[in-house]
């Protein structure tokens, strides 16, 4: 039986930066993913990393400000957050797949891990 336990949210202003980790216990997963989701809002996609080669893959809104990253033994990732915007906040979510996604890696449906969730807010 696989956990997810995620860390590192928090509260920080306009152009600050926080680093979110996500440990996984169990089996190692094949992939793992950031999504988030505002209230009234659908969960999203954030970033994704392929544990065996290291590919990464980001939303077009975080792209270039957002880097997710694994440690060496492929169970732990984290999602380092440099400026941040108001729009960046929201519940933030790890999920991991043992032996996919077999689809869009942002489909939250390709998932079948979830962490409990860590918010961060985003406000002067």
């Known amino acids: 039986q696989g956990q997810l336990v995620e860390s590192g949210g928090g509260s920080v202003q306009p152009g600050g930066s926080l680093r979110l980790s996500c440990e996984a216990s169990g089996w190692t997963p094949n992939a793992m993913v950031w999504f988030r989701q505002a209230p009234g809002k659908e969960r999203e996609g954030v970033a994704a990393?392929?544990?065996?080669?290291?590919?990464?893959y980001y939303d077009v809104s975080v792209k270039d400000r957002f880097t997710i990253s694994q440690e060496n033994h492929k169970k732990t990732v984290y999602l380092q957050m440099n400026g941040l915007k108001p729009e960046d906040t929201a519940m933030y979510f790890c999920?991991?797949?043992?032996?996919?996604?077999?689809?869009?890696?942002?489909?939250?449906?390709?998932?079948?891990?979830w962490g409990q969730g860590t918010q961060v807010t985003v406000s002067s």
């Open positions: 990393i392929f544990t065996a080669n290291a590919k990464t």
């Open positions: 999920a991991a797949s043992r032996y996919g996604p077999f689809g869009i890696w942002s489909s939250a449906d390709m998932y079948e891990l």
